[in-house]
């Protein structure tokens, strides 16, 4: 049986992409959702690359997780 864990590439994908879609509404509380929804892809992304052993990916997701903290930053102060 495959390892549970492979499987989570699957809904950081979907949570990645719905993060994407919120990020672009005019919606400042639909952009700070999907900043949300980007930290859970972080996440989960994460996880999966500590298990694949994807150390550039955790690299990447790192440094993402602070734009990520930006943008939910940025979008209340304009609030």
Do not use: Y
Request: proline share 3%.
């Amino acid at each position: 049986m495959e390892d549970w864990l492979d499987l989570l590439q699957w809904p950081a994908m979907v949570v990645t992409v719905a993060a994407g879609m919120l990020v672009g509404s005019k919606s400042p509380e639909r952009r700070i959702a999907g900043f949300v929804a980007f930290l859970v892809s972080n996440a989960l992304w994460i996880a999966w690359g500590w298990h694949d052993g994807a150390w550039a990916l955790i690299g990447l997701q790192l440094c993402l997780v602070v734009t990520n903290l930006r943008g939910i930053l940025k979008n209340e102060d304009a609030g």
